[in-house]
């Protein structure tokens, strides 16, 4: 069962949606046009209610099928938010925001779930729920968790729920799924080191917070070589080194902070242990004062066995078995459909954008012809999972 014919049609006016959102980028929970965007046209299409302000900003539509048929619900998870990037890709719908742009899909992603929107409400040939979640602040604001502590699940009695997300480098019509950890956690290390200032003439007189903090960026590499198993995974990257203001003084503090990642919550725990040990006993070898804090941000994202099975054959539906790669290598980066994943069973599936730049890249641009294969996932997920009569 290839590309859904009407899906197909509808595939120019789809393109129109995102290629607005994309030219109206907006950031974290701030996605007021694009919410408001989304919710008139959930109404044009006839949605059974359209609920606006779920995780502050956060849009769900609701359309039931055949009436008297089945009692299942399912969400459907699309993201709204951008990034705080120049946009360089030259595309004639380019940002009109300067220092935002759409550089992760998102306006691929709110896009292709309008369209099933659209579809859904059109035929309801389906027998239950579907929920269509349109959520604002992947990007760092935690806008999943915000929606679940909404009351999200519970509200519109959501049983299932699914996500989809762009993969740059899968071909174009193929998908990337696994059972368990697909995505890591994402935590924020931050390192405050206080040492003794001086002339730069006079070290010895001085406990000099830029050697302290690098041997402690340094010291912090030996977490993942030597104390995390080799068969897991984990990453410790430092991102920022601030210190001193001249090139003739010794400075008496400096900031390091960066982003510690795992595949599992046991792995997870053994970074955030070692890294105070590792920071704090460095510190105090070379006389200096080091505090670390360690922020835990989005959980490992890990699909459900039943859930992602039943994702991957509505994939192979749409573009045939041997374009579904049931085994794909996890990824290090983070998503906080995590947070939904925690709250009720489903499954998060990549689709390929093809041949373009990476995500988070000031030339990257969301593939429209992802979006027959995205909006048939959708639909045909919703028709499988609550089959009519």
């Known amino acids: 069962m290839p590309i859904v014919n009407r899906v197909a049609d509808l595939q120019g006016e789809i393109a129109e949606w995102r290629h607005d959102i994309h030219a109206h980028p907006e950031l974290l929970f701030d996605v007021h046009r694009t919410a408001a965007s989304v919710a008139d046209k959930l109404k044009a299409f006839g949605c059974d209610e359209v609920v606006p302000g779920i995780g502050r900003t956060g849009v769900v539509g609701v359309i039931r099928g055949k009436r008297g048929q089945g009692d299942k619900v399912i969400g459907l998870r699309a993201d709204m938010d951008a990034l705080p990037i120049e946009e360089a890709t030259g595309v004639p719908y380019k940002s009109t925001v300067p220092g935002k742009m759409h550089a992760c899909g998102h306006d691929g992603h709110t896009a292709m779930l309008l369209g099933a929107a659209k579809y859904l409400a059109e035929t309801r040939n389906f027998a ?26 519970e509200r519109f009695g ?45 070290p010895q007189l001085s406990v ?12 912090i590499q030996s977490i993942v070589a030597r104390n995390v198993d080799p068969i897991k995974s984990a990453v410790i990257s430092i991102c920022v080194f601030r210190a001193g203001t001249t090139d003739n003084v010794i400075p008496q503090t400096a900031h390091l902070s960066g982003t510690a990642r795992a595949l599992s919550p046991d792995v997870r ?4 242990k070692r890294l105070h040990e590792v920071v ?40 045939g078995a041997d374009r579904v790669d049931t085994n794909f290598p996890p990824v290090m980066g983070a998503e906080d459909f995590s947070y939904m994943l925690e709250a009720r069973a489903g499954a998060f599936i990549f689709v390929g954008n093809g041949d373009s730049p990476g995500l988070h890249h000031p030339a990257y641009n969301f593939n429209d012809d992802v979006i027959p294969v995205g909006t048939s996932y959708w639909v045909r997920l919703v028709e499988t999972a609550m089959a009519a009569g």
Do not use: C, W
């Open 158 to 202: 959501v049983q299932e729920v699914y996500g989809m997300h762009n993969y740059p480098g899968l071909p174009l019509g193929q998908f990337g799924i696994r059972t368990g950890a697909l995505m890591a956690s994402a935590d924020t290390v931050t390192i405050d080191i206080e040492g003794v200032g001086g002339h730069a003439a006079r």
């Open 269 to 272: 725990d053994l970074l955030e």
């Open 280 to 319: 704090e006993g460095t510190a105090r070898l070379y006389g200096a004062k080091a505090k670390l804090t360690y922020r835990r941000g989005y959980p490992v994202l890990k699909n459900h066995e039943q859930q992602t099975a039943f994702a991957a054959s509505i994939a192979s539906q749409i573009v």
């Open 128 to 153: 239950g729920t579907a929920v269509l979640v349109f959520q604002p602040a992947e990007e760092g604001g935690g806008g999943g968790r915000e929606m679940v502590k909404d009351g999200l699940m």
């Open 208 to 219: 000099d917070t830029v050697l302290v903090g690098s041997q402690i960026v340094n010291q």
